[in-house]
């Protein structure tokens, strides 16, 4: 569970460090199914953002009920993953992640969720550890972004140089099976890594069953922002009941 104070420092700073460590023997296992996946599909190397699509074991890490205990603390106790994604970030040369706000990506309605990131390496400024602007969310909006069609980018949507300062960023430093947990319009991103070790990162996203997973507003995000489809993405309700009455789930 988190602390009173690590509840108040995720609405106040947009994200919290936990007192949690994902078990060596887990961390290994998210490793080798990784690698696996890679094998399958060389194409993820750097980025594979639609994770149980390709390999479902991974849901696992997401039913940790750790976890979900602390997710209920921040966004409720109605609760579905919609998302898992893998930040893979090899060494020499894995691609930076343009900064932005999660949330111009995403069909959610109200537009709300926590996305955890679990540090399978060591993470660090030399690897391209995330670095994120604290507080950055409170206004809860979402800032101009512009569409970059650069190829050394994990993502397209990049935040327009005007809305942040680069010089408030704090670097997000973790040892191998902590995490973060972090808000929907935190402003955030990374460097490339030209270190000689990689940075892995998987994240597991959970938003509010309050909230709308709204297809068909994924389909045109898709077409108007060159993003994803969306529109057939699995939700699985992992806590309490849908509070919209328009979700839907996978069967469990
Ligand atoms: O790992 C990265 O470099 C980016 C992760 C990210 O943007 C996220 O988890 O929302
Ligand atoms: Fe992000």
Avoid at 26 to 44: C, D, M, S, V
Wanted: proline share 5%; aromatic share 8%.
């Amino acid at each position: 569970m988190l602390t009173k104070d690590q509840v108040a420092r995720y609405h106040e700073d947009g994200y919290v460090i936990p007192d949690f460590r994902l078990s060596t023997d887990k961390l290994e296992r998210i490793k080798q199914l990784h690698g696996a996946l890679l094998e399958r599909h060389p194409e993820f190397k750097d980025y594979c953002n639609a994770l149980l699509d390709y390999e479902p074991a991974f849901r696992e890490f997401a039913e940790d009920p750790e976890i979900l205990d602390m997710i209920s603390q921040v966004i409720g106790s109605d609760l579905a993953l919609w998302n898992m994604s893998f930040f893979a970030k090899p060494a020499h040369g894995g691609k930076r992640t343009p900064w932005h706000q999660d949330g111009e990506y995403w069909p959610i309605r109200p537009l709300a969720t926590c996305t955890v990131w679990l540090a399978v390496d060591a993470a660090t400024p030399e690897n391209g550890c995330l670095k994120f602007i604290r507080g950055s969310h409170k206004d809860q909006r979402l800032k101009a972004h512009n569409r970059t069609d650069a190829t050394d980018v994990t993502l397209n949507q990049e935040l327009d140089p005007a809305a942040y300062n680069e010089d408030e960023a704090v670097d997000l430093v973790l040892e191998p099976g902590q995490i973060s947990l972090h808000d929907v319009y935190l402003l955030h991103g990374s460097e490339a890594n030209h270190s000689d070790k990689p940075r892995r990162g998987m994240t597991m996203r959970f938003m509010p069953t309050t909230s709308h997973f709204d297809r068909d507003l994924a389909k045109r995000k898709a077409e108007t922002q060159k993003i994803r489809d969306q529109s057939k993405q699995k939700l699985f309700l992992m806590r309490g009941v849908d509070r919209t009455g328009r979700n839907l789930f996978e069967d469990a």
